[in-house]
């Protein structure tokens, strides 16, 4: 966690960049890397995913809405360090997948943008005769910011928050705990194009 908070206040230091956010573009895809936090456990995290801006090259306020879909893989714990008694217990890494709206608002070198959606989000399988998380419905709320370093390129700090969702509203993290919320930070590059 602490590496994405620093990511983080780089990214807003290297924001004064030679290029405008004014220039409509259709099309994104990006990737990022990060940190994630379930019940006080950090974990590695990265993904991807696309955006789609449909309405990019209106002059009106419909300019900054989009559509996203992600992907991303927060990092569990690994079953040599389970045989070798080095942890009590089995986590696999956390798949989650969320399509979203997302609304920008472009200035001159940067966009911030707030993002709301759902999803769903699944630990897989266990390993033989250990039994499989069913996974559970997700809430995502974010907000960030696109830093471009050009026309093309842009620096994606970001913060989400993924809310459990439903009767089995739980997400399971190390050693069977329980919690309702998991908060990502993480930094990404994104390219977009018409």
Request: aromatic share 12%; net charge positive.
């Amino acid at each position: 966690m602490k590496f994405s908070i620093a990511a983080l206040s780089i990214a807003i230091w290297v924001l004064p960049c030679g290029t405008a956010a004014q220039v409509p573009h259709t099309f994104e895809a990006f990737g990022s890397i990060g940190g994630a936090n379930l019940n006080h456990n950090n974990k590695f995290d990265f993904g991807g995913g696309f955006v789609v801006r449909p309405f990019s090259k209106n002059l009106t306020p419909l300019r900054g809405l989009g559509f996203e879909f992600e992907a991303n893989r927060i990092s569990g714990e690994s079953p040599q360090l389970l045989a070798k008694g080095i942890i009590g217990t089995l986590y696999p890494a956390r798949k989650t997948a969320t399509g979203a709206v997302l609304y920008g608002y472009p200035l001159k070198r940067t966009e911030p943008y707030l993002l709301i959606g759902m999803g769903g989000s699944t630990l897989g399988c266990y390993g033989l005769n250990l039994g499989c998380d069913p996974g559970v419905r997700v809430g995502v709320g974010g907000l960030g910011l696109r830093a471009f370093l050009n026309e093309r390129l842009s620096l994606r700090p970001e913060f989400r928050i993924l809310e459990a969702m439903g009767s089995r509203g739980y997400f399971f993290g190390p050693g069977g705990a329980a919690a309702n919320y998991l908060y990502r930070t993480s930094i990404g590059i994104g390219d977009q194009w018409h």
